[in-house]
């Protein structure tokens, strides 16, 4: 059968590899470092396949059509933007498990929007590309999670728990990671576009590593939005990515607000007990 | 209209080339296709971030029509644009 090994909290933040300068020597080789980390982390884990959770940013997905969440069941490339010293093109992917995954859902009254082909954007794109190792599979899972209509806290935190059920019970002994990406704290394109908030991020990832999903449900948009910027709207992606380690215990990896990348940057696992 | 005919038109000119290229070459051609004001060609044409976002257009659309098509591709000047 399946099992879901581990989870992780990874940012995805563009200006970290497209303008590194941007930040200071020592906060650049801290989050270097993390990402690093975070890689070598997941290789221990040894897994066959790794769910990516992100959010699409009016790339892929525009005005005509938003999906509330969609897998990739089929081919995986990415990422679609060019980031210096990141691999473009086609990704390790498992289609058979994925497809499995939507199935599953179906039959729980999740209705997955799928894509058969996608070309996923730097959310799924770059923790795929920094903190995977090629062979790993990559499973690429969009929540509305950075355009409005938003997927409701609930329900991505549900939706993570199908997705578990649905590892769990594939036939086949494969291991899986799941990858949460986004935030923290960020206000993108928005008139307050380079405040971060450290107070913000840091309960957030408190109550990431205690498992406390619950309190981060609790939380408005409204508030989200106040305290975090529309590019903390991202934690449903973190909460569907708990919900795939359910009862785990956590460490923050690291932390760092740097205005300059406008973002807190937040880095987290959380391995099952 | 709606800010939703202005964010099909900010979408498109950000992430496809052909459209991109279409509105560079003929603005008021190319955007005599959408389901926008006049009002509302006026404040893209003239690259009104500020006015677009307070009438909801998305930050993220925008952000991304100011820096494929605007042409500086500056972000301080997106910046003071989008909090003017």
């Known amino acids: ?273 | 209209m709606s800010v939703f005919g202005i964010e099909q038109v900010l979408y498109d000119v950000s992430v496809k080339r052909d459209a991109r290229q279409s509105f560079k070459a003929n603005p008021e051609q190319f955007l005599a296709a959408y389901p926008i004001t006049d009002a509302e060609r006026i404040l893209i044409t003239g690259f009104s971030m500020g006015e677009l976002f307070r009438r909801g257009a998305s930050p993220l659309l925008t952000l991304g029509f100011w820096m494929e098509a605007e042409g500086s591709r500056s972000m301080a000047a997106y910046l003071r644009s989008v909090r003017s």
């Open chain 1, 1 to 273: 059968m399946g099992v879901v090994a581990g989870a992780f909290f990874v940012p995805h933040d563009p200006l970290v590899f497209i303008a590194p300068d941007a930040a200071g020597p020592d906060a650049r080789a801290r989050v270097r470092q993390a990402y690093a980390e975070v890689a070598a982390r997941i290789d221990a884990l040894e897994p066959d396949a790794a769910i990516v959770v992100g959010a699409d940013h009016y790339i892929n997905f525009g005005p005509g059509c938003l999906p509330q969440y969609l897998i990739g069941v089929g081919e995986v490339c990415g990422p679609l933007e060019r980031f210096p010293g990141v691999p473009q093109g086609p990704l390790a992917s498992c289609p058979s498990l994925a497809r499995h995954i939507a199935e599953s859902g179906f039959a729980e009254g999740f209705d997955w929007a799928v894509a058969k082909v996608i070309t996923v954007d730097h959310s799924i794109g770059l923790p795929a590309r920094v903190c995977l190792k090629p062979h790993v599979a990559v499973i690429p899972v969009y929540l509305a999670s950075g355009v409005d209509p938003f997927l409701s806290l609930r329900r991505a935190y549900d939706l993570g728990s199908s997705i578990l059920r649905a590892v769990q019970s594939w036939p086949q002994e494969t291991r899986v990671v799941a990858i949460g990406s986004g935030g923290l704290s960020h206000w993108v394109g928005m008139p307050q576009q380079g405040q971060v908030s450290p107070d913000f991020d840091r309960k957030i990832l408190g109550w990431l590593v205690a498992g406390e999903a619950e309190r981060m449900i609790e939380l408005t948009d409204a508030q989200i939005l106040d305290q975090g910027g529309n590019g903390a709207m991202e934690i449903r992606n973190f909460l569907c990515a708990m919900a795939m380690v359910p009862g785990a215990g956590g460490t923050v990896i690291a932390y760092e607000p740097v205005p300059a990348w406008i973002t807190g940057l937040g880095f987290a696992e959380l391995r099952p007990r």
